[in-house]
């Protein structure tokens, strides 16, 4: 005999939207993946280094190196092998290392802990508070560079867990002071000088290129072996000034001005050399339409004249075709009732590989096309040479790219900023910037309002440089 059940009162079936929702949410929860104990841990220290004040001028990167020496002691690492060392008060740098073999040697991971200077007023958060929002995670430092210290960091404790007893000595670098390419030489080169036996390398990775996204897509992955040189000059008029009442045409800031504006117009020649000549003809094949043309136009003996104006109003190509000089500062007169006695200007330049140094200054008077504007660099440059294409590496780079992100290419670079990698250079360490994050190349925030990644590029970034620095510290 068969059993009738009554049905429920009308009133107490769950509405029909409900259900649906209650489908799509037990859907994302069944989808989405818990992190893994290694990537919990790589998030932590992230935060860590994000929440410690670390500006250049102000902050405190002796506090992030004890910090990352605590967690790497914790680990078990020896005392001898996970050093802080200090050139002066609230200056710290870290150095750590897995011991090998000896079979090859050593690969020295570099990153910096120094940040660039951010607001509270300038921000949507509190730039020294790691904040989690719709899939980023933002905070100053987050991308440059605190991704990698948190990563190599991370990284070195799951090798000591593992076991890993790599074929050569794994050393990870925590400097200070690259944000100003360590002009008051407490970083890197301090190392170099004073405890270069602690570092030395057959080569170094760096910060200096990444994945690129393309509204979400990944599109290439940057191998950097160059990077331009950085130099600012200080451009000054002087003259006698006098009362406000009584103006004349001899104005020190329209004088300034005048130069400036004459310097905005202009576009230094343009000049591409292996590597640049290889970023193209490579990011061509990746493009369609007349994006693609202009750059096998750009790429060929003799580029057209269209196509080179068409990149060179895109910024970030831009600055690979070509030496770029900006104004930067700006300063003049004394007081509102006063004609200026003095104005001033910062020009940063990021000047091509190779190009003289000396030819820049002389091409900025002539371009400034005024006597009164005098023009003295501020510094001195450093000049470095490119490092080799390593086939080693770029071979396993090329491996894990696929696997990670399949179907784009690996493209050597040349980075328009600059980094402490030209100070390895010169120190016969070849030093290549391949950081494996994933970014949009055309929302770059490193340095500005609401640096940001996204949590998931973090994540497949930290076991991609795992992975990686894994093969090239195996057995040959």
């Given at each position: 005999m ?7 009162p ?6 029909r939207?409900?259900l649906?929702?209650?489908a799509?949410a037990?859907c994302?929860l ?13 998030r ?15 902050g405190?990167?002796?506090?992030a190196a004890?910090?990352?020496a605590?967690?790497?002691r914790?680990a078990g ?6 050093q802080v060392?200090?050139?002066a ?10 011991r090998?073999t000896?079979?090859?040697?050593p690969?020295l ?5 120094d940040?660039?200077?951010a607001?509270?007023?300038?921000w ?6 790691l ?10 430092g ?5 991704y990698m210290a948190a ?13 890993f007893?790599?074929?050569?000595d ?6 200070t002071?690259e944000?100003i390419?360590?002009?008051?030489v ?7 000088l004073?405890h ?7 080569f170094?990775?760096?910060?200096g ?6 509204n ?7 191998l950097?072996?160059?990077?331009k040189?950085?130099?600012s000059y200080r451009?000054e008029?002087?003259?006698?000034g006098?009362h406000?009442?009584?103006?004349t045409r001899?104005n020190?800031?329209y ?8 310097l905005?117009r202009f576009?230094f020649p343009l000049k591409?050399?292996e590597t640049t000549?290889?970023?193209?003809e490579?990011?061509a094949?990746?493009?369609s339409g007349q ?8 790429a060929s003996p003799?580029?057209?004249?269209d ?9 970030i190509?831009?600055a690979q ?17 006063a004609?200026p006695?003095?104005a001033?200007?910062?020009v940063?330049?990021?000047?091509l590989?190779g190009?003289p ?9 002539r371009v400034l096309?005024d ?12 000049l ?7 086939p080693e590496?770029?071979g ?10 399949p ?5 050597p670079?040349?980075l328009a ?5 030209s100070?390895?250079r010169n120190a016969g360490?070849p030093t290549?910037?391949?950081?494996g994050?994933?970014g ?7 340095h ?7 949590a998931k590029?973090?994540?497949e970034?930290h076991?991609y440089?795992?992975r ?5 510290s195996?057995?040959?």
């Amino acid at each position: 005999m068969a059993t009738v059940v009554a049905a429920p009162p009308p009133s107490r079936r769950p509405p029909r939207a409900l259900l649906f929702i209650l489908a799509i949410a037990a859907c994302q929860l069944a989808t989405a993946q818990p992190l893994t104990p290694h990537q919990k841990l790589a998030r932590e220290i992230h935060r860590e280094l994000v929440e410690i004040n670390t500006v250049t001028a102000t902050g405190d990167t002796f506090q992030a190196a004890n910090a990352m020496a605590a967690r790497l002691r914790a680990a078990g690492f020896a005392a001898e092998d996970v050093q802080v060392l200090s050139p002066a008060p609230r200056k710290g740098n870290l150095v750590a290392r897995l011991r090998g073999t000896g079979a090859r040697r050593p690969i020295l991971l570099l990153a910096h802990l120094d940040v660039v200077e951010a607001r509270r007023e300038d921000w949507s958060f509190d730039p020294f508070k790691l904040v989690e929002q719709e899939g980023y995670l933002y905070g100053r430092g987050v991308s440059d560079d605190k991704y990698m210290a948190a990563a190599f960091v991370a990284n070195l404790i799951r090798y000591r867990q593992e076991g890993f007893r790599p074929a050569r000595d794994i050393i990870v670098a925590l400097e200070t002071d690259e944000e100003i390419l360590d002009r008051n030489v407490m970083g890197i080169q301090w190392l170099l000088l004073h405890h270069r036996d602690l570092i030395d390398a057959e080569f170094a990775l760096n910060e200096g290129a990444s994945v690129g996204l393309k509204n979400g897509k990944p599109l290439r992955s940057g191998l950097q072996t160059s990077e331009k040189v950085n130099l600012s000059y200080r451009l000054e008029v002087k003259n006698r000034g006098g009362h406000s009442s009584i103006p004349t045409r001899d104005n020190a800031i329209y004088h300034l001005a005048e130069g400036l504006a004459r310097l905005a117009r202009f576009d230094f020649p343009l000049k591409l050399n292996e590597t640049t000549r290889a970023f193209f003809e490579r990011s061509a094949r990746l493009e369609s339409g007349q994006l693609a043309s202009d750059m096998r136009s750009i790429a060929s003996p003799q580029p057209d004249a269209d196509a080179v104006a068409r990149l060179s109003a895109i910024p970030i190509y831009n600055a690979q075709l070509r030496t770029t000089c900006v104004a930067t500062q700006l300063e003049g007169g004394h007081a509102p009732n006063a004609l200026p006695q003095t104005a001033r200007a910062t020009v940063n330049c990021r000047i091509l590989p190779g190009e003289p140094v000396e030819e820049v200054l002389r091409t900025l008077e002539r371009v400034l096309a005024d006597k009164q504007i005098l023009v003295e660099p501020l510094g001195k440059p450093t000049l470095s040479p490119p490092s080799p294409l390593n086939p080693e590496i770029l071979g396993a780079a090329e491996r894990l790219t696929e696997e990670f992100w399949p179907g784009i290419p690996v493209i050597p670079t040349m980075l328009a900023a600059a980094t402490d990698g030209s100070h390895l250079r010169n120190a016969g360490i070849p030093t290549y910037g391949h950081s494996g994050l994933a970014g949009e190349i055309d929302d770059i925030r490193a340095h500005g309002k609401d640096e940001r990644i996204l949590a998931k590029s973090f994540d497949e970034g930290h076991e991609y440089l795992y992975r990686l620095v894994k093969a090239l510290s195996s057995g040959p």
